[in-house]
């Protein structure tokens, strides 16, 4: 009898008694504030100032302060989310798949976006921060801003940036991409999806990358690739160009 | 449905094993990508759940990114000493980069794509050279 009794406590964790200490909340408010983001965007016309990622992180951000929710308490709970990204990032593969045959014939196109995206990406983010008398620290965190967090990290740390400092600069720059390319490549007359598509993965990474399957798959595929390329590429070439300049 | 999300998670384990073991440099879900990619290319075909899978996710991959977006705001006040060339560089930069990107590749898609109609495909180099 007595046994029972102890182990009673322990199906009690497996009930609804603990859902107060699950992330349902801070999950089901992320989901929502999307919603709602999508939706307001759809109301004036998708405008890309309106990016449902961007609308969504403030509409949160103002119901953290409204409410006086600690931030962590919020990243803490949307964990799920965040967890989501790692499986969604490895279905990229499909779109890139299904155009295969378009980026095997453009393959030289995509090696001419690298070769001035990559550089340009580094040295536009570190010749403005240097010009506006930015510390050397800042400016090393900047250099990888272009390339997924993962990789950004890593190359942060080799080349003597802040890990935590280089983790919101390239958040930063995935929405400052998100918005601002389709603007800019309207501004530069590029129609061509995978010119837009290739130019926003290569300078904004991942959510570049998801802004540019909303327009349509082809540009989401080659925003994939050079998401994926550029990152690979900035990992290998960024820490060495830098041992053998300074 | 359970199949392909086993096989989508499947890789993004390996990518996991891999960056732990310090096999690849490479986060996770980016070896994922390419370990996928690597397995439809040799099955020549994506099975069709994958292909319905990959489609739902994929159209709310911009909401995965809200979390870390709300990370940022939690941490602006760390920027704050630096703030306005931070933001300069990474709003500015980041347009830059991807009007310079656009313009250069767009000029030489237009170029080779003119060449292939025009002229036969060992001058498309040159003509490329010449446009851009």
């Not at chain 2, 560089?89 to 250069?104: E, K, L, S």
Request: aromatic share 6%; with cysteine.
């Amino acid at each position: 009898m007595s046994s029972l009794s102890q182990h009673l406590p322990h199906l009690a964790n497996l009930t609804w008694a603990t859902l107060a200490d699950k992330p349902i909340l801070e999950t089901g408010a992320t989901v929502f504030a999307f919603l709602a983001a999508v939706r307001l965007s759809r109301v004036f016309g998708n405008h890309p100032l309106l990016n449902p990622t961007l609308l969504a992180i403030l509409f949160i951000a103002i119901g953290i302060e409204a409410t006086g929710v600690r931030y962590e308490t919020y990243l803490r709970g949307s964990d799920p989310v965040h967890f989501m990204l790692g499986p969604a990032v490895v279905l990229l593969a499909v779109p890139l798949f299904r155009q295969t045959a378009t980026i095997r014939a453009s393959g030289r196109l995509i090696a001419i976006g690298l070769l001035v995206g990559l550089p340009v990406g580094v040295l536009s983010a570190v010749g403005i921060a240097w010009l506006l008398g930015a510390s050397p620290q800042t400016i090393l965190s900047l250099a990888p801003k272009s390339v997924t967090a993962g990789i950004a990290v890593g190359v942060s740390e080799q080349i003597g940036g802040l890990q935590n400092l280089t983790i919101v600069l390239v958040i930063m720059t995935g929405i400052a991409g998100a918005v601002l390319g389709p603007i800019v490549t309207r501004l530069a007359r590029v129609n061509d999806p995978r010119v837009v598509g290739l130019s926003m993965g290569i300078a904004s990474h991942g959510i570049g990358t998801a802004r540019a399957l909303q327009i349509n798959e082809v540009a989401g595929a080659f925003a994939s690739l050079g998401m994926g390329l550029n990152g690979v590429l900035t990992a290998m070439l960024l820490p060495l160009v830098l041992k053998l300049f300074f | 449905m359970l199949e392909q999300i086993a096989r989508v998670l499947f890789w993004l384990c390996i990518g996991e094993i891999a960056s732990r073991s310090g096999l690849l440099p490479l986060p996770a879900p980016v070896t994922g990508l390419m370990l996928l990619y690597a397995e439809l290319a040799i099955r020549g075909k994506i099975p069709e759940d994958l292909g319905v899978l990959a489609d739902r996710i994929l159209q709310f991959l911009g909401m995965l990114f809200v979390p870390a977006g709300v990370g940022v705001i939690a941490y602006l006040d760390l920027l704050k000493l630096e703030f306005v060339p931070i933001l300069a560089a990474v709003i500015g930069g980041t347009a830059i980069t991807i009007f310079i990107t656009a313009v250069v590749a767009n000029r030489f898609a237009a170029a080779t794509s003119k060449a292939d109609t025009d002229v036969a495909p060992e001058v498309e180099e040159a003509a490329g050279d010449v446009k851009s």
